[in-house]
């Protein structure tokens, strides 16, 4: 248990759909991520808050949408999403930007 | 951008000893990771190194970190079959956007 929970483990959507990834961290850090991990390419950086304000926007459609309402939580909402988005997508925390980050267990999401 | 390369596959036997390598491009890095994932599982930090040491040694796991040829390496000694997972080596300095991953390797142990 590395103390980053994400909800759900999995999520089946369709096209038209619109859904809520959620992450919660319970060790006081102050920056949290989303990556997308797709099989055989590198963790992409989607999203990051310092401190309830997003830093990195890495280029990513508005289809996704991030929301940080505090520190310990942070969302990702889904609309209108392509079978190319199908991954699995990774929330992490840390204390620092950028140094030591802990993982939650991922929720794979497919697009049909 | 930044380059992190790592082999793909490793295949050892129970009981022998795991070297997993990995190079980088930057050599402006602050720390240098080893994170490991489990089969439907998220990243699990399983040790770093500064980019001042040479080596890092902790229970099963050693670092070697060699600056002048930008190589990083992970050594497992008396690998389980429950070290089996995917490896990945990441780099970086200040700031989230200077956070590289390699693509993994993939370890398998054969018993």
């Known amino acids: 248990e590395t103390g980053v929970t994400q909800t759900p483990r999995h999520l089946v959507m369709g096209m038209t759909n619109k859904k809520s990834l959620k992450c919660e961290q319970h060790?006081?850090?102050?920056?949290m991520y989303w990556y997308k991990q797709s099989a055989k390419k590198p963790l992409e950086l989607m999203f990051v808050y310092n401190f309830k304000e997003q830093t990195e926007n890495n280029s990513v459609p508005s289809r996704f949408s991030p929301e940080c309402p505090n520190s310990s939580h942070l969302f990702l909402h889904l609309h209108t999403l392509q079978p190319e988005d199908s991954a699995l997508y990774l929330c992490a925390s840390s204390q620092v930007e950028g140094e030591k980050l802990f993982f939650g267990s991922g929720t794979q999401l497919s697009v049909l | 951008g930044e380059d992190v390369e790592q082999s793909l596959f490793l295949s050892v036997r129970e009981g022998d000893s795991s070297v997993i390598n990995c190079t980088y491009t930057d050599s402006s890095s602050t720390y240098l990771y080893w994170y490991k994932q489990e089969p439907g599982a998220g990243l699990q930090l399983l040790t770093y190194?500064?980019?001042?040491?040479d080596m890092k040694q902790d229970q099963r796991l050693t670092v070697l970190l060699n600056k002048k040829d930008k190589h990083l390496s992970l050594r497992i000694a008396d690998t389980q079959t429950g070290d089996s997972a995917i490896y990945f080596c990441?780099?970086?300095?200040?700031?989230?956007?200077?956070?590289?991953f390699g693509t993994g390797t993939r370890l398998t142990v054969i018993p």
């Open positions: 990441a780099e970086s300095w200040t700031g989230a956007n200077n956070l590289f």
């Open positions: 060790l006081g850090h102050n920056a």
């Open positions: 190194i500064f980019s001042n040491m």
